[in-house]
């Protein structure tokens, strides 16, 4: 597609609860990332795919938070037990060489 | 480790006023990249400008400039006559070249708001 497509682009859902995220890179696209974005905050780095490689999860604050890239392509990430404090807007971007970056709009997760 | 300090976490001016923002990066690349992205209420990230750290000349781009100095590992950016449109948060960030240092790390941003 023309850019990086992320659903859905807002979540509700209780505490306790799983949730997915999604991301569309744009194709061809070898380099995808995941951040955060909390109210007023700067943004956090997630995880980082590139290619075949193993991804780069250093980013990831709990082991409630996973993702996966499938194909290359399509990235889901998903938070388990969802707490409160994981209400935040979450930010894909995806890159041709790592240094060039396209950031979808993102999907607004709040935990009640 | 890669870190962007944005020390200035809110900006106001009038209208028409030059404002500088600052931006200062520590890396152990030699090898990285420079960015500055534009995130108006609307919550979208706007890219800007990227500079690598080879490129130390000046840029601009009509009422934007910006100044990249590695002797003092700053990269700062000015909007000259500022205009309401102006008004959001800017981030300033770096990629490495190597290991966990090529994943994008942003500054906290700074809220710029123009008043008219």
């Known amino acids: 597609g023309a850019g990086v497509s992320q659903s859905p682009s807002n979540k509700v859902t209780e505490k306790g609860k799983d949730v997915e995220l999604r991301c569309d890179p744009i194709?061809?696209?070898?380099?995808l990332y995941w951040y955060r974005q909390s109210l007023g905050q700067g943004l956090e780095f997630l995880i980082y795919?590139?290619?075949?490689?193993?991804?780069?999860k250093s980013g990831l604050p709990s082991d409630r938070f996973s993702a996966e890239r499938t194909g290359g392509s399509v990235s889901t990430l998903t938070i388990q037990r969802t707490q409160q404090e994981d209400s935040a807007v979450y930010l894909c971007?995806?890159?041709?060489?790592?240094?060039?970056?396209?950031f979808g709009s993102g999907t607004r997760l709040t935990v009640v | 480790a890669q870190k962007v300090t944005q020390a200035q976490t809110e900006i106001s001016v009038v209208e028409k006023e030059d404002v500088t923002l600052d931006c200062v990066y520590e890396?152990?690349?030699?090898?990285?990249?420079l960015f500055w992205y534009k995130q108006p209420p609307s919550g979208e990230l706007v890219f800007l400008i990227r500079?690598?750290?080879?490129?130390?000349q000046n840029e601009i781009s009509g009422r934007y400039s910006w100044n990249f100095q590695k002797s003092t590992s700053s990269f700062n950016f000015t909007i000259t006559a500022s205009q309401v449109v102006d008004s959001a948060v800017y981030f300033c960030?770096?990629?490495?070249?190597?290991?966990?240092?090529?994943?994008?790390?942003f500054g906290s941003g700074t809220q710029l708001t123009v008043l008219p």
């Open positions: 971007a995806s890159s041709p060489d790592s240094n060039r970056y396209t």
């Open positions: 194709s061809g696209h070898t380099a």
């Open positions: 795919f590139q290619g075949n490689s193993a991804p780069d």
């Open positions: 890396t152990r690349d030699t090898t990285y990249y």
């Open positions: 500079r690598n750290s080879f490129d130390e």
């Open positions: 960030a770096l990629s490495g070249s190597s290991g966990s240092a090529r994943q994008l790390t």
